[in-house]
């Protein structure tokens, strides 16, 4: 009983950032929303694979939220600068991150099942962009990172997707024979619990997202 509430809590616990994305949208910084938007789709995605998946066992939403997941990753990455000295990167791995969900999705496999190869693909990515990220903020930053909405939405991001990576990667193997089913599913059990934790955090980083700044007309 507690584990199945749990799971339910975890799932849905996207709501609170997803709320407080609503309610701060209108006075935070711009440079953020594509985090606000990624809470959004996360929240849907999580609803209709909630009806979807009960009735039919497929997993096309989580599939199509991935996707969206990943291309809003990287350009709240862009927004905060990761790729100002090379913005053709950014459209070149947007391209990529698109080509390696169609041919991952509808290929390799369909949009029914797990897409393996695409979600461990784009987890490295996102993890390398966060650390990239947290080592300029670690030279340029002077205010506390307690408080700091992206450096904690760095680490979130590091944080979940090198969990998502490993849950994949031993998932992948364990279809092609080679590792246990029995130790897949002990890293899959934890699964509510990291998922519960960066969601939480997540809703943190959007309560310490800075508000936009206001610029006064000069009196004539």
């Not at 910084?29 to 938007?37: C, G, K, T, V």
């Not at 070149?92 to 041919?103: C, F, H």
Request: aromatic share 18%; net charge positive.
């Amino acid at each position: 009983m507690f584990q199945e509430i749990l799971s339910i809590v975890s799932t849905y616990s996207i709501l609170i950032a997803a709320v407080l994305g609503v309610i701060r949208f209108r006075v935070i910084q711009e440079s953020y929303y594509p985090l606000i938007y990624i809470c959004w789709a996360a929240l849907v995605a999580e609803i209709v694979a909630s009806i979807v998946q009960k009735s039919s066992g497929t997993l096309w939403p989580s599939n199509v939220y991935v996707l969206i997941e990943g291309l809003l990753f990287t350009w709240q990455f862009r927004k905060w600068g990761s790729f100002q000295h090379r913005p053709w990167l950014f459209y070149l791995i947007q391209a990529a991150i698109t080509i390696l969900w169609i041919i991952d999705s509808f290929f390799i496999h369909t949009i029914d099942e797990l897409s393996s190869i695409y979600r461990i693909s784009f987890s490295v990515l996102l993890v390398i962009l966060a650390i990239d990220h947290i080592n300029k903020l670690i030279v340029h930053e002077r205010r506390s990172f307690i408080t700091n909405a992206k450096f904690l939405l760095c680490i979130g991001v590091i944080f979940f997707f090198s969990y998502k990576f490993t849950l994949e990667t031993f998932y992948l193997y364990a279809l092609q024979g080679s590792q246990n089913f029995e130790f897949v599913i002990s890293i899959f059990a934890i699964q509510k619990y990291v998922n519960l934790f960066a969601n939480l955090l997540y809703a943190y980083v959007v309560l310490w997202i800075p508000r936009k700044k206001i610029f006064l007309q000069p009196l004539r």
